[in-house]
């Protein structure tokens, strides 16, 4: 079992900047794939960025050059800096992390960005 808890988010205007957090507990957090996911109104939940045990990382087209994901294993965190904020990226993020041993796929409670004037 893995617990994951958000936070970081907020309402900023267009062009800036959040930085937002997952804490993870419970298992051994390098044994995951670790991912960022966002889910505006009406439209599907979608993969933001993802990083793997090693720090490879991934990011959707939308948000190339403007978000950085980073994860620190011995502190069991992951972080997504978004820099360049646009109103289409309003949306509820989700930490995700799924297994590499297994089929395990965990999810958490989410947190609210607002990109807004």
């Known amino acids: 079992q893995v617990q994951l808890v958000e936070s970081g988010g907020g309402l900023v205007q267009p062009g800036g900047s959040l930085k937002l957090s997952c804490a993870a507990s419970g298992s051994i957090f390098n044994r995951y794939v670790m991912g960022w996911y966002r889910q505006a109104p009406g439209k599907r939940r979608e993969l933001v960025a993802s990083i793997t045990t090693r720090g490879t990382t991934n990011y959707a087209d939308s948000v190339k050059g403007r978000f950085t994901m980073s994860r620190d294993n011995p502190k069991n965190t992951v972080s997504l800096q978004m820099n360049s904020l646009l109103p289409e990226d309003t949306a509820v993020y989700y930490c995700?992390?799924?297994?590499?041993?297994?089929?395990?796929?965990?999810w958490g409670q989410g947190t609210q960005v607002t990109v807004s004037s």
């Open positions: 995700n992390a799924h297994s590499v041993r297994s089929t395990s796929n965990y």
